[in-house]
């Protein structure tokens, strides 16, 4: 006769519990990471490549002239126009360096790459300014939807968004997501009312040195909700 032991012919259960938000920082905890000084270059320098290939593009077009249609490498427009064709190959680049150092594609910067690859490509290939110029409205309202919806669905996207560079409680994220989600929505009308109403330089130095120190700024704002819910805090 069988014996039947204790939980022999109970049904198992599973002890597998949704990962916290302290455990989900151990997990990236080892992973390599860039160095601080190295990722803001990587982040910034398709920017400024940007705004100086606009405003000097006969120092540019030699090197990126097979990207660009004959028909708008010289004239009036021509800035705008090799400065699209600059900022994807630094774009491209910058993703390319990210993967050979840490072996991974952070997913904001993928996100970025794709849309500026699409949006810069139909700029060149319909020899029309607006595409590019859209594309920040583009990207903010992607993010801004992302956000809104991981907080439906309980999931911590602003992590994915930021590359883990936050170690945060599951309140600090929910928080810290709904600030950047609206913040940007605010950009992308704030981009939408410049290059709609501003000249195409403005609009690319509003660009650069617009949106940059903006995002710095609300970035700093946030530094008293990053202490207070620090996935370790016992607040």
């Known amino acids: 006769m069988v014996q039947s032991g204790p939980g022999l012919n109970e049904p198992k259960t599973s002890n597998t519990q949704p990962l916290s938000a302290k455990d ?12 601080p000084m190295l990722k803001l270059a990587l982040d910034l320098g398709p920017l400024l490549l940007f705004f100086f290939a606009n405003a000097k593009p006969a120092l540019f077009e030699p090197w990126i002239a097979p990207l660009i249609p004959a028909a708008v490498a010289t004239g009036e427009r021509a800035g705008i126009f090799v400065a699209t064709a600059v900022f994807m190959v630094a774009i491209l680049a910058a993703l390319v360096i990210s993967y050979v150092l840490t072996r991974r594609l952070p997913m904001m910067a993928v996100v970025s790459a794709v849309i500026v690859v699409v949006f810069g490509g ?12 859209l594309k920040p409205t583009i990207i903010y309202l992607l993010f801004t939807g992302t956000l809104f919806g991981g907080l439906i669905f309980r ?17 600090g994220w929910r928080k810290l997501t709904i600030r950047w989600a609206l913040f940007f929505l605010g950009l992308a009308i704030l981009n939408e009312i410049v290059w709609r109403t501003q000249s195409t330089d403005t609009w690319v130095t509003f660009k650069v040195f617009g949106v ?11 530094y008293p909700l990053l202490t207070k819910h620090e996935a370790n805090s016992k607040k």
């Open 24 to 35: 989900r920082c151990s997990m990236n905890d080892a992973k390599p990471q860039l160095n």
């Open 122 to 133: 139909a700029t060149l290939i319909f020899q029309n300014e607006t595409f590019i110029k």
């Open 155 to 171: 999931k911590p996207l602003l992590a994915m968004v930021f590359d883990q560079m936050f170690h945060l409680n599951d309140e």
């Open 212 to 222: 940059m120190p903006l995002t710095f700024i609300f970035a700093a704002l946030q």
